[in-house]
């Protein structure tokens, strides 16, 4: 489970880093939002804001957000980067960001990579070992059946359900994301995070637990830089527990 995690961790994760998870959120909605300002009409827009309402995102910060991407308020500019390299001990590390500023945050980028032992490669470079993948990720409960579930979701036209300790994961292709994603909801279930990721074909570990530390420490990094929205890597362990 070291591409997720368990819900307990990465809630923890989040919860510590509530501010910039709220800048995050608004970028992204503001991006969204360039494409129309109305979530019935434009499916990246609701996902987006729903994602910021799952971490209690105020509707005015959500608000002035959408009035940012269409124009209705003076703001920045956002453009998407994308930056694929190595961690510590082989590790393929993929990062997105959203970013006013391209010259600040390749630096910052790069010299995370550095100082953590890490190599920032080039394009294409990781890429190749990770799909596109929609991933939905529902809790478990006691009132969830998982049979229902299972068969809710294929019916929506997702691929697969996996279980874990603490939760069921649903697999689909992009294009099928945002149906399925929307189905689960409007059929009553939770959903506890829900984004079309890049998933790892292959895996790869430091064997050194001071490797292991840095590789965690170089992703922490990482995700508090305001401009980065994800970082994702093929690391068989759970670093969030590191």
């Keep these: 489970m070291g591409r997720h995690g368990t819900i307990a961790g990465r809630k923890a994760a989040q919860d510590s880093k509530r501010a ?5 959120y ?10 129309g300002g109305d979530p019935e ?12 309402k799952a971490i209690s995102m105020p509707n005015d910060n959500i608000t002035r957000a959408i009035k940012k991407g269409t124009g ?55 890429s190749y070992m990770f799909s596109r993948k929609g991933i939905i990720v529902i809790e478990k409960d006691d009132n969830i059946d998982e049979d229902a579930l299972l068969e809710a979701a294929l019916e929506a036209g997702a691929d697969d359900m996996v ?3 603490d939760s069921f994961e649903i697999v689909t292709e992009p294009s099928a994301y945002t149906d399925v994603h929307h189905a689960l909801l409007d059929a009553g279930y939770e959903i506890a995070e829900s984004d079309v990721e890049y998933v790892p074909s292959m895996e790869a570990a430091p064997s050194d637990p001071q490797d292991i530390a840095k590789l965690a420490k170089m992703i922490e990094i990482l995700e508090d830089n305001d401009d980065v929205q994800k970082v994702y890597t093929n690391c068989s362990i759970d670093l969030y527990e590191e």
């Design 20 to 24: 910039a998870m709220f800048t995050k």
């Design 26 to 35: 608004a970028r992204a909605i503001t991006v969204a939002a360039k494409a």
């Design 41 to 52: 009409y434009n499916a990246t827009l609701r996902l987006a804001i729903e994602k910021a």
């Design 72 to 126: 209705e308020l003076a703001g920045e500019s956002y453009e998407e980067l994308s930056f694929e390299g190595y961690g510590v001990g082989g590790v393929a590390v993929i990062v997105e960001a959203l970013t006013d500023n391209n010259n600040r945050t390749t630096s910052a980028v790069r010299s995370t990579f550095d100082k953590y032992g890490g190599n920032l490669g080039t394009p294409g470079c990781v």
């Design 163 to 165: 279980t874990h300790e």
